[in-house]
């Protein structure tokens, strides 16, 4: 049998707030991590129940949930066997490090995907990926259907894990970049301050 240490559970909001709850019963922790797919944020309402007070959470307006555990459940590592694919969340400071860095793609070949997530709260999210490279078709099919899936779990930053709502995800970069799909646009970020982007949007 499992042995499941307590938890603290960190809920990210829409409007940028976080709530955070503990439970240290084995039975209620089993519970909440088997809970924790996609359903979450599509549901209705997520209820949690304290001691003195209960409190109804809008599935839509939740960003993500974080569980802070020593150990990985079974539940988390089992969906994560099944994908093939390793998510860990990042650093701003590492992504930036190893988005300087080359990164070769081999296909069939397990390799690193640097990702950033803008929420709609203007959170970012840094992830690394670890997975089996699919090839040019496979990668114009995923770019089509990033946020078709209602939830995207990770490893997190320090232990334990996230899930993320892909409701509430605004933008979604890679790197290396992946294949496009034909129906592309083909243009530069600007990166320089507000000011100079406007100057520079003025000229056009």
């Known amino acids: 049998m499992e042995t499941l240490h307590p938890i603290s559970i960190q809920l990210h909001l829409a409007n940028g707030l976080k709530r955070i709850f503990y439970q240290?019963?084995?039975?209620?922790?089993?519970?909440?991590?088997?809970?924790?797919?996609?359903?979450v944020f599509t549901q209705p309402t997520l209820i949690i129940e304290g001691k003195d007070?209960?409190?109804?959470?809008?599935?839509?307006?939740?960003i993500g949930i974080s569980i802070l555990t020593e150990l990985l459940p079974s539940s988390f590592a089992l969906?994560?066997?099944m994908s093939k694919t390793v998510v860990t969340q990042i650093s701003e400071e590492s992504f930036h490090l190893q988005r300087h860095n080359t990164m070769?793609?081999?296909?069939?070949?397990?390799?690193?995907?640097?990702?950033e997530i803008i929420f709609v709260s203007g959170e970012h999210l840094f992830l690394e990926f670890s997975e089996i490279s699919v090839g040019g078709m496979g990668e114009r099919a995923e770019m089509h259907h990033l946020f078709a899936n209602p939830s995207l779990a990770c490893r997190k930053l320090g232990g334990g894990f996230s899930l993320w709502n892909t409701a509430q995800m605004v933008s979604w970069s890679h790197y290396?970049?992946?294949?496009?799909?034909?129906?592309?646009?083909?243009?530069?970020?600007v990166t320089a301050p507000a000011t100079t982007a406007a100057t520079i949007f003025s000229m056009l």
């Not at 019963?25 to 809970?35: L, R, V």
């Not at 007070?53 to 939740?62: M, S, Y």
């Open 104 to 115: 070769p793609k081999v296909e069939g070949r397990r390799s690193n995907i640097l990702s």
């Open 176 to 189: 290396p970049k992946l294949e496009t799909p034909a129906n592309s646009w083909t243009a530069e970020a």
């Open 79 to 81: 969906r994560e066997n």
């Open 53 to 62: 007070e209960v409190t109804a959470f809008a599935g839509r307006g939740l």
């Open 24 to 39: 240290d019963n084995p039975a209620f922790i089993s519970t909440i991590c088997n809970d924790l797919d996609g359903r």
